[in-house]
């Protein structure tokens, strides 16, 4: 097992993340508990101690899990995360209740890493306001009594909110942990975020390295242009050696769902292989080219927000919309929009079309608007 240094502790650089837990007959909220404890059993004895859960993974059973799993060893052999769920606005206020509970549910009298869940534009202003939700003070409070040893954060916001978050909170912080991939390196701005955080001497931990497994399954033109740097490796392992290749990445997240998978994950992580430049520049352009198939070409020049009459955030709806499309769905756009008014979301468009006559890229913003309308519910 490949390990990484964060102050005084050898963290494995492979972490277990229990949001992709083996469930049985399909139903999230019920878990595989036996699988669960054979992954861990696994993942124990090839050197992994970084365990990651949150509040509402699996339909709040994630935690209860992992603390049974993890409380069959010694304390001393884990660092165990979660987080406090900011990521639903009703649970602001109630971070005292909550932590008490997670300390319970896991079976634990402290917290290695704790973390801000998922910092966007959603709930960036609650987070801030610490006179009246207190979640900040109160996290302060239990990392200076010794039941969070390490305290960070997780975004899936913006560069803009990230930064906001840091000039607040930025000089507590320990850690952030990011959806970084070889995709999302350009396409979610990820490097951008991974350079703000270096300028904060804050280290990273990586969320959905092969993007829900949609890095794996490539097309088999692009597999071979892979197979052919490296032929004895695979392709989820390129993910990964894509994030080993990055200084900054302490811990590398994988959600395993089954045992197979681990096997997979521990044979990858037995070696420290980072790409070289060759390397990187192709799976760079697989990237460039997988987004240009479905992404609109829109590149921020904002000749189409002067002539808006509604005043849209039309770079930043499309950035979305580009997001929202390429991955199917997902929680990201509509999380982001829900921070706007309505008469700053999409549905706002008019269809006047006085964008697209500026547009260098000829892109049809109005039907874009639309489409993503009606594809994205608040």
């Known amino acids: 097992m490949i390990y990484r240094s964060f102050q005084d502790i050898r963290l494995s650089n492979l972490g277990m993340g229990a949001m992709r837990l083996p469930v049985i007959g399909g139903d999230d909220s019920n878990i595989d508990e036996p699988a669960v404890f054979r992954m861990v059993d696994r993942a124990m004895a090839a050197g992994v101690n970084y365990y990651d859960t949150a509040w509402g993974y699996h339909g709040g059973q994630s935690e209860l899990v992992m603390g049974r799993a993890l409380a069959r060893y010694p304390r001393e052999q884990f660092c165990l995360a979660t987080k406090f769920p900011g990521y639903d606005l009703r649970n602001m ?32 202003d609650a987070y801030l306001n610490d006179d009246k939700y207190q979640t900040y003070t109160y996290l ?22 990230i930064k906001r978050f840091l000039e607040a909170y930025g000089k507590d912080m320990e850690f952030c942990q990011l959806q970084l991939n070889w995709l999302d390196w350009d ?29 794996v399954n490539l097309p088999e033109e692009d597999v071979s ?8 490796e ?3 392992a390129w993910s990964f050696r894509f994030l080993q290749s990055i200084p900054e990445v302490k811990v590398i997240l994988s959600g395993m769902s089954d045992e ?33 198939r479905t992404a609109l070409p ?27 499309i390429f991955t199917g769905g997902g929680f990201i756009a509509p999380m982001a929009l829900m921070s706007l008014p309505a008469e700053k979301k999409p549905s706002a468009c008019i269809g006047c079309r006085s964008c697209e006559k500026v547009c260098p890229q000829r892109i049809r913003i109005s039907e874009a608007m639309k489409d993503f309308a009606g594809k994205v519910t608040w």
Not at 103 to 123: A, G, I, P, T
Not at 146 to 159: K, M, N, T, Y
């Open 93 to 124: 206020g109630r971070t005292e209740t909550i932590f008490e509970e997670q300390l319970r549910k896991c079976q634990v009298s402290y917290f290695d890493f704790y973390l801000f869940h998922n910092v966007c534009e959603m709930n960036i």
């Open 140 to 161: 302060m409070a239990q990392k200076k009594a010794g039941r969070i040893r390490h305290l960070g954060f997780s975004a899936h916001g913006s560069v803009e909110v």
């Open 187 to 215: 396409f979610q701005a990820a490097k951008a975020k991974v350079a703000l955080l270096k300028e904060w001497n804050i280290p990273v931990w990586v969320m959905e390295p092969l993007r829900g497994g949609k890095l």
């Open 225 to 232: 242009r892979l197979k052919a740097l490296r032929p004895e």
């Open 234 to 236: 695979g392709i989820p």
């Open 260 to 292: 197979e998978q681990m096997a997979d994950n521990l044979r990858t992580f037995e070696t420290d292989r980072p790409l070289n430049e060759n390397e990187m520049k192709t799976l760079l352009a697989l990237a460039s080219e997988m987004t240009r």
């Open 298 to 324: 829109c590149t921020g020049c904002r000749y189409c927000t002067s002539h808006c009459p509604k005043g849209l955030n039309i770079p930043w709806l499309l950035e979305l919309y580009n997001e929202h």
